[in-house]
């Protein structure tokens, strides 16, 4: 695999990815939930950069993000992150406008905004040069050294790419991992990139596809017989539960919507998997390194 995370003592160096290093973190080895009162937003797991810290005056919130330390929300058309880096590395910019939905990489977010597609965060390989014909664009998938746009010429990607495959059928849903990337096309799973673990080989018998998450090592499928998971096998062990849907990929951890709230999989190290009583009714929900974030609807302020 071209991906590059590097665990020394069983602690995690990850601010950026692929061949950038910054430094050497350690996680918390005590971790709480934090989330405030006023927000409709709860974050669970690593703390190390406060990317758990719920912002206390963040409210609205109709979608939230995360793939590394650091976590994002959209609220009210503007885009708001917390945790590692933020402030000093890659703050939002300013002049962002009206945003209608936003995408977290490892060390770069990009919106969807009405005026078009920006990126902001760690340059490397052109992630954050996006293309000027672009088009019509319908979603978009940050990745590891890349990203995604699904637009009305098709997939497009700026940055370290890898040949897509040519698609005969209607794209639906497209999901930028480390070094790889899926998609929905007509119901069915494709994925394309490296492939070290298997991730981009999808199970001939998963049938059809609604919604797909590519992570690191492995790749979550709802599908119409539930979620379905390959690649590492160490973190494709999907738990029973009841009406799982929404599954959220992270790089050693996954989640997904359940009848009950949340459920999640995978290491514990941060106490990732250990869901909050206060999102039971979680209504979206956001993976990273070491945490999650939900949208918490039963606050009364999700749109």
Same mark, same amino acid.
């Given at each position: 695999m071209t991906w590059c995370l590097f665990r020394q003592n069983l602690t995690a160096?990850?601010? *950026?990815?692929?061949?950038?290093?910054?430094?050497?973190? $350690?996680? $918390?080895?005590?971790?709480?939930? %934090?989330?405030?009162?006023?927000? &409709?937003?709860?974050?669970?797991?690593? &703390?190390?950069?406060? =990317?758990?810290?719920?912002?206390?005056?963040?409210?609205?919130?109709?979608?939230?993000?995360? !793939?590394?330390?650091?976590?994002?929300?959209? $609220? =009210?058309?503007?885009? %708001?992150?917390?945790? *590692?880096?933020?402030?000093?590395?890659?703050?939002?910019p300013k002049d962002l406008g009206e945003v209608l939905q936003i995408t977290s990489g490892f060390a770069h977010n990009c919106a969807l905004t009405k005026k078009g597609v920006r990126c902001w965060g760690h340059e490397q390989d052109g992630k954050l040069k996006v293309p000027n014909n672009l088009g019509e664009v319908f979603q978009i998938a940050?990745?590891?050294?890349?990203?995604?746009?699904?637009? &009305? !010429?098709?997939? %497009?990607?700026?940055? !370290?790419?890898? %040949? $897509?495959?040519?698609?005969?059928?209607?794209?639906?849903?497209i999901s930028a991992g480390g070094c790889f990337a899926c998609a929905v096309v007509s119901g069915q799973a494709h994925c394309w990139g490296c492939n070290g673990k298997g991730q981009v080989e999808v199970p001939s018998d998963l049938g059809l596809v609604r919604e797909i998450s590519a992570g690191v090592y492995h790749v979550c499928a709802n599908t119409i017989n539930g979620i379905r998971c390959w690649g590492d096998k160490a973190y494709t062990q999907v738990p029973g539960g009841d009406n799982l849907s929404m599954p959220r990929v992270g790089v050693y951890h996954s989640c997904a919507l359940s009848d009950t709230g949340v459920l999640c999989w995978g290491d514990n190290d941060s106490n990732q998997l250990e869901v909050p009583p206060a999102a039971v009714d979680a209504a979206s929900i956001a993976v990273g390194d070491s945490h999650t974030c939900a949208i918490v609807s039963a606050r009364g302020r999700l749109p």
């Open positions: 160096t990850f601010l *950026l990815v692929f061949f950038v290093i910054l430094g050497d973190f $350690a996680w $918390a080895s005590a971790i709480e939930e %934090r989330s405030s009162l006023d927000s &409709n937003v709860v974050c669970w797991g690593s &703390n190390e950069y406060q =990317q758990t810290s719920v912002p206390q005056d963040l409210v609205g919130v109709t979608q939230v993000s995360s !793939k590394g330390s650091f976590s994002c929300a959209l $609220a =009210q058309g503007r885009v %708001r992150c917390w945790g *590692l880096g933020i402030e000093d590395i890659f703050p939002v940050a990745g590891g050294e890349y990203t995604l746009a699904l637009t &009305n !010429k098709g997939i %497009r990607c700026w940055g !370290k790419c890898f %040949r $897509a495959p040519v698609f005969s059928g209607s794209i639906e849903f």
